[in-house]
């Protein structure tokens, strides 16, 4: 009933940027909270960033004054600057929120994710 499909991912070198976006689709009444996380081979996936629906952000101390998340109630739409990349940040970068299907009926979606490479 409701996906998530990011997108814009890539491959660039250390120092450069990408946009990540990820829009959700199908019965949604509202998302409340979207967010971004990212998982490295064999590693937890660990949480990035998040934004609520009245644009509350919150960001992981490692991407802080870095990464800037966003969104688009009105397009179902989340998105993530990644200015001055580290190879560090290298990992499968997956979307999240929070949807209500109803009064009360909420779920939590996932995205299949997204990869960026940094890397010279």
């Known amino acids: 009933q409701v996906q998530l499909v990011e997108s814009g991912g890539g491959l660039v070198q250390p120092g450069g940027s990408l946009r990540l976006s990820c829009t959700a689709s199908?019965?949604?009444?509202?998302?409340?909270?979207m967010g971004w996380y990212r998982q490295a081979p064999e590693k937890q996936r660990e949480l990035v960033a998040t934004?609520?629906?009245?644009?509350?952000?919150n960001y992981a101390g490692s991407v802080k004054g870095r990464f800037t998340i966003s969104r688009d109630n009105a397009k179902n739409t989340v998105y993530l600057q990644m200015n001055s990349l580290k190879p560090e940040d290298t990992a499968v970068y997956y979307c999240?929120?929070?949807?209500?299907?109803?009064?009360?009926?909420?779920?939590?979606?996932w995205g299949r994710g997204t990869q960026v490479t940094v890397s010279s």
């Open positions: 999240n929120a929070d949807v209500l299907l109803g009064l009360v009926t909420q779920s939590e979606y």
């Open positions: 199908g019965s949604i009444v509202r998302i409340r909270t």
């Open positions: 934004i609520t629906s009245d644009a509350m952000a």
